[in-house]
């Protein structure tokens, strides 16, 4: 993750590349790393496969 200056400000650890973003999200306890430092996220809103 970098801020808009593009400087790195957390990297997760390193997992087999078939590690789902959710499942890593979930597992470093990201959102409330975010939440903790004032911050927020926003899911992708792309469509996925089979879904209008």
Sequence with gaps: M????GRLTW???ARPGRT???TAARQDHLLAR???A???ARR???PRPGQP
């Design 34 to 36: 975010l939440r903790a």
């Design 2 to 5: 970098t801020d808009k200056w």
């Design 11 to 13: 990297i997760s650890a």
């Design 20 to 22: 789902q973003d959710n």
């Design 38 to 40: 004032g911050l927020g």
């Design 44 to 46: 992708n809103s792309a």
